[in-house]
C-alpha cells in the first residue's frame, strides 16, 4: 500500500504538473494580441516583408496576431483608424496633413513607421502615346487611378497646377483599381495616364506591354509615401504593439533584401489566389522578384552613408509634404505643426535586434 500509495503520489504529482503546463500554455497562446492591420489598395508583394515576418515568427515573438483588411485608398483607411476599426494601418500621407490645415477637425491618427522612404507613385503610358512629359496632360486627358481616394490624388493635383493644368479643363481622374482590370484599362486607352505605385507597375511591366514612365520634378521623387499609423490612443497607451509590431516588419525587410526569392515563394505560400496562373515555377520567381526590387528600393532608401535607421521621419520631409499640397493648391496655408503628425519614439525599439545575426539566418532561408 505503501509503494502503491507513493506511486499515486508521484502520478498525482505528475498530473498537476502537466495541467499547470497545460494551462500556462493556453495562458500563452491567450496573450497574443489580435490586431487588425489595413491596407489602401489590394494585397500585393508591397507586403512582401510582413508576410516573411508571419512565416519566421517574428510577430508571435512580439505576441502579435494579425488580420488583414483592404480598403480602397487612404482616405477611406485613415477614418477606420480614426474610428479604431483598424489597429494599424499603411496609408499614405496626404489625407492626414489635409485634415489637419486650419479650420478642419483634425483627425486622432499619427504615423509611427515611415516604411516606404521615398515616393511609389509614378506616371504610365504606353509607349507609343502622343504624351511624352506631364505638361502635355492637357485638353481632357483622362488619368487613371487606382481609386479617386488614393493618397497619390492631392499630390498628384498638386503637381499638375504649378504646370498650369486644371481639373475638368486639361485632365479628369477616373477609377480604373489595380491589376489585371487596371492593365486593360490602359492598354484599351481608356485613360491617356496611369497614375500608380511601383509594385502595380512592375506588375504590370512583366505581362509584356510597351510601357514609358513620365519623368518628374524631383522634389517630388524625394517625398516618402506610405507608412504604418495609429490611433492616439494606442500610440500613447499601447506602444508595446507599434514597437512589436515595427520590430517585425523591420526584420522582414531585411529577409526581403538578403534572400528576396524566399520572400517571393513565401508570398505565394500565403496568398495562393494571388500567384500568376499559367506560368512556370521560375517564370513566377522572377517575375515576383523584379515586383518585390521595385517596392524594396523605397523600403531601403536611406543617404548614401547614413545609418539605417527603420522607421524614422525627419521634421523636413513632412514639410516639403506640406509645401508641395500648398504650392500644389490643395492647402490654403503652410501653418500646420508637423510635430503632431508623427512621431520617432519608437524608432530605437524598431532596430534593437541583432541584424548580422538574421541576415545569416535570412542567406540560408530556402
Not at 17 to 42: D, F, H, P, R, Y
Not at 186 to 214: M, P
Not at 269 to 294: C, F, M, Y
Amino acid at each position: 500500500m505503501k509503494r502503491n500509495d507513493k506511486t499515486i503520489g508521484l502520478l498525482a504529482r505528475s498530473g498537476m504538473a502537466a495541467l499547470a503546463a497545460l494551462v500556462l500554455g493556453m495562458l500563452s497562446a491567450g496573450a497574443m494580441e489580435k490586431i487588425v492591420v489595413g491596407q489602401a489598395t489590394a494585397t500585393s508583394l508591397t507586403f512582401g516583408p510582413v508576410f516573411a515576418a508571419v512565416e519566421l515568427g517574428f510577430f508571435k515573438e512580439e505576441n502579435l496576431e494579425l488580420e488583414h483588411r483592404n480598403f480602397q485608398g487612404a482616405s477611406v483607411l485613415i477614418p477606420q483608424i480614426a474610428n479604431k476599426t483598424v489597429t494599424i494601418g499603411f496609408p499614405g500621407p496626404d489625407p492626414l496633413i489635409l485634415s489637419n490645415q486650419p479650420g478642419r477637425d483634425p483627425l486622432p491618427v499619427q504615423f509611427f513607421y515611415n516604411a516606404a522612404r521615398r515616393s511609389i507613385w509614378e506616371f504610365l503610358v504606353l509607349e507609343d502615346s502622343p504624351i511624352k512629359k506631364l505638361s502635355d496632360i492637357r485638353n481632357g486627358k483622362k488619368i487613371g487611378v487606382g481609386a479617386l481616394a488614393n493618397a497619390n490624388v492631392p499630390i498628384t493635383r498638386a503637381m499638375l497646377a504649378e504646370l498650369e493644368l486644371h481639373p475638368t479643363k486639361d485632365y479628369s481622374f477616373l477609377a480604373i483599381g489595380v491589376g489585371a482590370p487596371a492593365f486593360r484599362a490602359t492598354l484599351n486607352r481608356d485613360v491617356d495616364v496611369y497614375n500608380t505605385f511601383d509594385t502595380n507597375i512592375a506588375a504590370f511591366e512583366v505581362t509584356g506591354a510597351k510601357l514609358r514612365r513620365l519623368e518628374q520634378d524631383q522634389k517630388y521623387l524625394d517625398l516618402f509615401s506610405n507608412g504604418f499609423a495609429a490611433h492616439i490612443d494606442t500610440i500613447k497607451n499601447k506602444p508595446e504593439i507599434l514597437i512589436g509590431f515595427g520590430r517585425a516588419f523591420t526584420k522582414g525587410i531585411i529577409v526581403c533584401e538578403v534572400n528576396p526569392d524566399f520572400c517571393v515563394r513565401n508570398f505565394y505560400k500565403h496568398n495562393p489566389t494571388l500567384k500568376p496562373q499559367g506560368a512556370s515555377d521560375e517564370e513566377v520567381l522572377a517575375r515576383g522578384r523584379h515586383i518585390l526590387a521595385s517596392r524594396m528600393k523605397s523600403y531601403l532608401s536611406f543617404p548614401v552613408g547614413a545609418p539605417h535607421q527603420f522607421g524614422s521621419y525627419t521634421s523636413e520631409s513632412w514639410k516639403n509634404f506640406v509645401v508641395a499640397l500648398e504650392r500644389g493648391g490643395e492647402l490654403k496655408s503652410t501653418d500646420i505643426d508637423v510635430s503632431k503628425l508623427y512621431t520617432n519614439a519608437f524608432v530605437p525599439e524598431f532596430n534593437k535586434f541583432d541584424v548580422e545575426a538574421l541576415r545569416k539566418r535570412a542567406a540560408e532561408l530556402k
